[in-house]
């Protein structure tokens, strides 16, 4: 069975990747990475590897594009998702971009050709999530405000002043009470 011009065009793109996953492997080992980088790098590069295979828009290196990687990572959510039932985490997948972007820079720096892959993940920036400090309803703030007020009518002064500063901070400017 004769294969089409695409389809050889295709396994010699993916070839060619590997080629790149062997090198770059090399090199980080050659920079004295540790072990779970180098396994790290090789899951990320055999995973982009993989939705490579799985596309047809994508033949030649020349033709990874913000869009294509935009796209690998919305499929990398959802494999994810697939697999743990949950999305992932902001973590995981600024790791996946992190190891990524190092990749592409390996192969932009290195390459015959003038070819500069970090373009493509230029746009592409890392996921900030901040976890939601849960408020005190207004019942609490009353109890704080009631709870402030006992307590500076029956502690010595001096002492007084240092608690109810404390507590002050604690609750007025969020702070934990280590941090006090």
Same mark, same amino acid.
């Given at each position: 069975m004769? #294969?089409?011009k695409?389809?050889?065009? #295709?396994?010699?793109f993916?070839? !060619?990747? !590997?080629q790149?996953?062997?090198?770059?492997?090399?090199h @980080?080992?050659?920079?004295?990475?540790?072990r779970?980088?180098?396994a790290?790098?090789?899951?990320?590069?055999?995973?982009f590897?993989?939705? +490579?295979?799985?596309?047809?828009?994508?033949v030649? *290196?020349?033709?990874?594009s913000?869009?294509?990687?935009?796209?690998?990572?919305?499929?990398?959510?959802?494999?994810?998702?697939?697999?743990?039932?949950?999305?992932?985490?902001? @973590?995981?997948?600024?790791?996946?971009?992190?190891?990524? #972007?190092?990749?592409?820079?390996?192969?932009?720096?290195?390459?015959?050709?003038?070819?500069? *892959?970090?373009? +493509?993940?230029?746009?592409?920036? #890392?996921?900030?999530?901040?976890?939601e400090?849960?408020?005190?309803?207004?019942?609490?703030?009353?109890?704080?405000?009631?709870?402030? @007020?006992? *307590?500076?009518a029956?502690?010595?002064?001096?002492?007084?002043?240092?608690i109810? *500063?404390?507590?002050?901070?604690?609750?007025?400017?969020?702070?934990?009470?280590?941090?006090?």
């Amino acid at each position: 069975m004769a #294969k089409s011009k695409e389809e050889l065009s #295709k396994l010699s793109f993916i070839a !060619e990747l !590997e080629q790149w996953k062997s090198l770059f492997l090399q090199h @980080q080992s050659n920079e004295q990475k540790s072990r779970n980088t180098l396994a790290l790098d090789e899951r990320e590069i055999d995973a982009f590897i993989e939705f +490579c295979r799985s596309e047809d828009e994508v033949v030649r *290196l020349e033709d990874i594009s913000k869009l294509f990687m935009s796209a690998y990572f919305n499929h990398r959510r959802e494999q994810y998702y697939k697999i743990h039932k949950r999305d992932i985490s902001a @973590q995981t997948l600024n790791i996946a971009i992190s190891r990524l #972007k190092v990749f592409f820079g390996f192969i932009s720096d290195n390459h015959d050709e003038f070819l500069d *892959l970090s373009s +493509c993940m230029k746009k592409i920036r #890392k996921i900030h999530t901040y976890a939601e400090l849960p408020r005190f309803s207004i019942e609490e703030n009353n109890k704080i405000a009631l709870a402030l @007020q006992n *307590l500076s009518a029956s502690i010595k002064q001096v002492r007084r002043r240092k608690i109810l *500063l404390a507590i002050a901070l604690l609750f007025y400017g969020g702070l934990r009470s280590m941090e006090v």
